[in-house]
């Protein structure tokens, strides 16, 4: 047999391939790290490419649109300076039932989302980890908290993470290097709801600051090492088994079309869920007929997202804006990141009772007119159940533009998640209204209501109009960009894809450590567990050849 060129091969350069590139490369392993878009270059971080936006930049969406950008500049948070570091979605198409629209938010450059995530990275707890024993709902993941803690410390370390310690019994506190400020409208905020409901609790973001080197640091702690190879524009097509191992990655590169397989010891997954999926799918052979991971019938299903909902409104108590956050670095490209947070509740006792959303935002943290009551803006997240139903499948009557089966997807709300959105809502505008503030519009897959002066009152009447006729295409499944499930971890070979370190029954030497992993979707943005999971895998997967 011939022996391998590399110990492991990492597919996708995002948060979770970088930390597997690190970690694999500490432990003295060669790397080579498949990504399947360009390197990026400081130009595209330019300064004067930050044009002032309009309260609701309608035209530029429009520009991406025409430009093959017609899923991705439906992001809730789009910026047209950031329009490269999305995909094409002419080159890249998937489909989706025609009752269960889904928008697929995605990146391929070295970093991936890294450049256009909103940076904010929450722990979490077992309310998530143990949610079917907590409350008899979900599935438990076969792992708890306490077995991801040390590597949440080690990934919050490692990246610089900015915020407070607010001892909130749902939201485990984290390492930080720096405190988070609140704007004076979100203390008043802050201080109106905790003393009015004992068990709901706002705090800071708990957030990174951007590389100035735009870098992700755990890549360049990869780079640093020397055991690090990168190939950039190569698209894994397949990964490739013999038996019950995995001997390589087919691959394309997309300048040049050609084809090559790349043999390594160990392969690693962390292309995003949806797209490490649809590999492994895509890899089916004699020995895998229904691809590889798949004995057991579960690869593509329990797919989930969070479900989405965008609020926005003003707070009385308080006059103006607030400029003022230096909690982080100052950076000449990217916007000042913070604002506050509202956790899921206390449960009292009952974790049954508890609420499976939350809420991220801001208050005063927004220009407005003198004299005028500071604005708010929020996002709320509600916690999809694994449903078996929800799957990625292959498509094979479209390809994407190297001949690859398109993806389709399946992720629709039941009923369960249609009772939770509507309590979600109605508990939203019950704390905002109780503090003090007003709910002006509110949206959700469930529609559009609109109070007051209704949604952006400050834009022109035109751009108003489009918001509220295109604003049912974005607020779907898929917008709250926290899509999980799909290959997922249990305790048995029957009833899961991969073990509890991401490891495939299967195939041993081929690890999962992305978000289709995940048991289970939470309620807060999974990147950080994302790579506190990776972490603890790579180190599993390198025990291993030591032993």
């Known amino acids: 047999m011939t022996t391998p060129v590399y110990d492991a091969i990492v597919v996708g350069s995002g948060p979770s391939g970088s930390f597997a590139a690190k970690e694999l490369t500490a432990q003295g392993l060669t790397v080579l790290l498949l990504e399947a878009g360009r390197e990026i270059t400081p130009a595209e971080f330019d300064p004067s490419l930050k044009k002032p936006v309009p309260p609701i930049n309608i035209w530029e969406r429009a520009k991406a649109t025409l430009g093959g950008q017609s899923i991705q500049s439906k992001a809730a948070f789009f910026r047209g300076m950031l329009s490269k570091f999305y995909v094409n979605d002419r080159d890249n198409p998937y489909t989706t039932p025609k ?42 993941w076969p792992i708890s908290y306490k077995d991801l803690e040390p590597y949440y410390d080690e990934v919050e370390t490692t990246l610089g993470l900015y915020g407070n310690v607010d001892n909130v019994e749902s939201l485990p506190d984290g390492k930080y290097v720096g405190p988070a400020k609140l704007s004076p409208a979100e203390q008043h905020f802050k201080a109106a709801v905790e003393s009015k409901w004992s068990e709901r609790h706002v705090t800071s973001w708990r957030s990174v600051a951007p590389s100035p080197s735009r870098v992700f640091r755990p890549l360049q702690d990869a780079k640093d090492s ?3 190879t990168i190939r950039y524009n190569t698209i894994a097509r397949r990964v490739v088994t013999e038996d019950n191992r995995a001997t390589g990655v087919e691959v394309i590169n997309t300048v040049s079309g050609k084809s090559e397989t790349i043999k390594a010891g160990h392969v690693v997954l962390c292309a995003s869920p949806i797209e490490s999926v649809r590999l492994l799918l895509n890899s089916a052979s004699a020995q895998h007929p ?7 019938g579960n690869l593509g299903r329990y797919f989930m997202d969070q479900i989405p909902m965008l609020a926005m409104g003003h707070y009385p108590p ?10 982080q670095p100052a950076d000449p490209f990217y916007d000042p ?12 006792g009952n974790p049954a009772a508890r609420g499976d959303f939350d809420f991220q935002g801001g208050i005063g943290r927004a220009p407005v007119g003198e ?5 708010l803006l929020f996002f709320g997240f509600g916690q999809m159940q694994p449903h078996a139903d929800n799957t990625i499948t292959l498509d094979s009557t479209v390809k994407d533009k190297w001949g690859i089966p398109a993806p389709h997807i399946r992720c629709k709300m039941h009923a369960e998640e249609d009772a939770l959105l509507k309590r979600q809502e109605a508990t939203f505008i019950e704390t905002i209204e109780g503090a ?31 918001f509220r006729l295109f604003f049912k295409q974005v607020m779907v499944m898929g917008a709250a960009i926290h899509e999980a499930g799909g290959a997922r971890m249990g305790e048995t070979p029957e009833t899961s894809v991969l073990n509890q370190y991401g490891q495939c029954w299967d195939v041993p030497n081929l690890y999962v450590t992305d978000a289709s992993a995940f048991a289970g979707v939470g309620v807060s943005g999974t990147t950080l567990t994302i790579m506190a ?15």
């Open 290 to 296: 229904g691809g590889v991971g798949n004995s057991s």
């Open 533 to 547: 999971q990776t972490v603890r895998a790579c180190r599993h997967l390198a025990a291993s050849l030591k032993r």
């Open 99 to 140: 009752d269960a629209p889904f928008v697929w938010i995605r990146g391929r450059q070295a970093g991936g989302r890294s450049h256009t995530f909103g940076r904010v990275l929450m722990r979490w707890s077992d309310d998530d980890f143990k949610s079917k024993s907590r409350t008899g709902r979900g599935a438990d």
């Open 226 to 228: 020397g055991k690090l």
């Open 371 to 375: 004299g005028e009551a500071s604005s």
């Open 318 to 327: 308080f006059k103006g804006h607030w400029s003022g956050d230096d909690s």
């Open 337 to 348: 990141s913070g604002g506050i947070f509202i956790p899921r509740f206390d449960t009292q």
């Open 436 to 466: 003090g503030g007003k709910v002006d519009f509110l949206g959700s897959p469930h529609g559009v209501r609109e109070w007051g002066k209704g949604a952006y009152p400050e834009a022109d009447p035109i751009s108003r109009f489009l």
